[in-house]
C-alpha cells in the first residue's frame, strides 16, 4: 500500500468511526451526554469536543504545509480553537453538524495529498509555543493515531452508559485482497 493511500483509508476509518459514535451519541439523553463519568476529558460530550478542537488544530497546523492543500482553506479561516475550550458545543446536534463537516473536509483534503508532500518537514508551534519541524507524514501517523485513541476511551464511556458502538476496528473497512493459494 502506498502511503497516500494509508492516508486517504485513515481519514475514510476516521470519519466512518466519528459517524458511529455521533450515532451511539444520539441514542442517550443530553444528561447522559454531559454526566462526568471520571474520563479523562470527564464526560462524552466533552470527549467528542476535545476530538474536534484538536483536529481542527492540527488541520490548522497542516494548512501551513509548503503544498498549500486548498482543501483545507476552510479551516484557514476558522478561529484558532483552545484545547481547554471542552464546552464549545453544548448539545449534540451542533457538535454532530461540525463533526460530518469536519470529517467530509479531512476526507476530501486526504485525496489532495501526493506522495511527495509527504516527505517535507512541518515548521508548527506546539499548544505551548515551542517550535518543531517534523516529518509530515509522521505527523499524519500522529494525528489518525490520536483520534483512534480517544474514540477508545469514549467507545468504553458508551458501553459503560449501556450503548453499543459497534465494530470499531480499521480491519472492517479493508478490502479483501483474493485467497491464498495452497
Known amino acids: 500500500m502506498h502511503r497516500t493511500d494509508l492516508i486517504r483509508q485513515?481519514?475514510?476509518y476516521n470519519?466512518?468511526?466519528?459517524?458511529?459514535?455521533?450515532?451511539?451519541a444520539a441514542r442517550l439523553d443530553?444528561?447522559?451526554?454531559?454526566?462526568?463519568?471520571?474520563?479523562?476529558f470527564?464526560?462524552?460530550l466533552r470527549t467528542l469536543n476535545h476530538l474536534?478542537?484538536?483536529d481542527t488544530i492540527w488541520l490548522q497546523r497542516f494548512a501551513r504545509h509548503p503544498a498549500a492543500h486548498a482543501a483545507l482553506d476552510p479551516v484557514r479561516a476558522l478561529p484558532a480553537p483552545n484545547f481547554s475550550d471542552l464546552d464549545r458545543y453544548t448539545e449534540l446536534p451542533a457538535l454532530a453538524v461540525h463533526r460530518r463537516w469536519l470529517d467530509a473536509l479531512i476526507v476530501a483534503w486526504a485525496e489532495s495529498i501526493d506522495d511527495?508532500?509527504?516527505?517535507?518537514?512541518?515548521?508548527y508551534a506546539n499548544s505551548r509555543g515551542v517550535v518543531s519541524d517534523k516529518d509530515f507524514f509522521g505527523l499524519l501517523a500522529h494525528f489518525f493515531n490520536h483520534q483512534t485513541h480517544h474514540r477508545g476511551q469514549v467507545t468504553?464511556?458508551?458501553?459503560q452508559a449501556g450503548v453499543d458502538v459497534g465494530v470499531t476496528d480499521l480491519l472492517a473497512l479493508l478490502p479483501e485482497q483474493g485467497q491464498v493459494q495452497g
Request: charged share 15%; proline share 5%.
Open 10 to 12: 485513515m481519514a475514510a
Open 15 to 24: 470519519q466512518w468511526m466519528n459517524d458511529k459514535l455521533l450515532l451511539a
Open 156 to 159: 468504553t464511556l458508551f458501553s
Open 42 to 44: 470527564g464526560s462524552i
Open 116 to 123: 511527495p508532500d509527504l516527505d517535507v518537514a512541518l515548521h
Open 30 to 40: 443530553p444528561a447522559a451526554l454531559v454526566a462526568d463519568r471520571e474520563a479523562f
Open 52 to 54: 474536534v478542537i484538536a
